[in-house]
């Protein structure tokens, strides 16, 4: 009758990664919900294990209210980061102010979104599902679930911008590799995950410090390396609408083994060398690999049965080949005579 402690435990570490925090208050901490039940319960626990039971039964308490306490959404819902003045002097019929043109008005997608779309329409078509990343996250998320613990030398690859609460802008898509295999586990899990990523960068023509990712993972029995080099092929031909010759670079990333670089021949030149592809036939796109098994047993996925592989690709590169951009800062300073290009 009494509850397995150890089982309820089990059930938390799930619910903690998978429940919305009102979800979880609910769950966990309202009138009907499972601390008060276990209290009730308290009454039929024998004289002398009740005060043992009792002091569980606050830790499990402590233990949901604290992660209520910390999760990011609960900040961000607490304190809006900046308040808008909804009474701003402008007013777009005044003489005073200056009318916009016509087309100024009129708009467009970005290139960026533009290109976002067709990527997501080919892995759609594919059969991945989609899931966009957030724009801060936690030391956990960036991290933690990522085989980077604390102290790890390869958290210097990754240099970026955290707020006064300890919250991080994620350097890169892989910060949704937990949730994603949380969410859509168990395997067969297929999914993209794009999102904006920012780092702290010297920018030049081909860096930013603000920028997109697709992070792609995919999880089931049996997969293979070839796997992963025949889905990211497929895919590249069908974005670029070239057949493609490709080829792995060794590389390091602490959340897969083996880690590679991702090449591809040069979709304008054939290899024969051009600007795009700095005279060399060749283009670095992507870090991929196999994902690490401390990161499928992060995120609830038993790595004694299943294997997977992810790689996560910068957007605005892609736009850049695609739309034949030469530098990259173009896509972010809002230059209305740039963007009317597109
Ligand atoms: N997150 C890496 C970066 O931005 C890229 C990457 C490498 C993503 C390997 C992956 C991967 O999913 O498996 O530097």
Known sequence: ???????????????????????????????????????????????????????????????IEDNIKNRVEEKLEDKPLFKIDPTAPFDINSKKDKKPHILDLRGSSHPLMQELEKILDIFQRMGFNILESRQLDDDFHMFES??????????????????????????????????????????????????????????????????YQIEGIYVDKDISFANMLATIKSYLEEYLEKELEIRVQPAYFPFTEPDAEFVISCPFCNKSGCSTCHYSGWIELMGCGMIHPNVLNSGGIDSQIYSGFAWGVGLDRLTAIKRGITDIRKLRDGDINFLRQF
Not at 3 to 32: C, G, M, N, P, R
Not at 172 to 182: D, E, G, I, K, Y
Request: glycine residues 4%; proline residues 6%.
């Open 1 to 63: 009758m009494l509850k397995d402690f150890s089982q309820i435990l089990k059930e938390i570490d799930d619910d903690i990664h998978t429940l919305s925090q009102v979800e979880l208050k609910q769950k966990y901490l309202s009138k009907s919900g499972v601390i008060s039940k276990m209290f009730k319960e308290l009454k039929e626990v024998p004289d002398k294990e009740k005060s043992e039971y009792g002091l569980k039964i606050n830790q499990i308490k402590t233990l």
């Open 146 to 211: 990522l085989n980077f613990p604390k102290g790890h030398p390869a958290r210097d690859m990754y240099d970026t911008f955290w707020t006064d609460d300890n919250f991080v802008l994620p350097a890169h898509t892989s910060t949704m590799q937990n949730r994603a295999l949380r969410k859509f586990g168990p395997p067969p899990i297929r999914v993209v995950l794009p999102g904006r990523c920012f780092r702290n960068e010297a920018t030049d023509a081909s860096h930013e410090h603000t920028f």
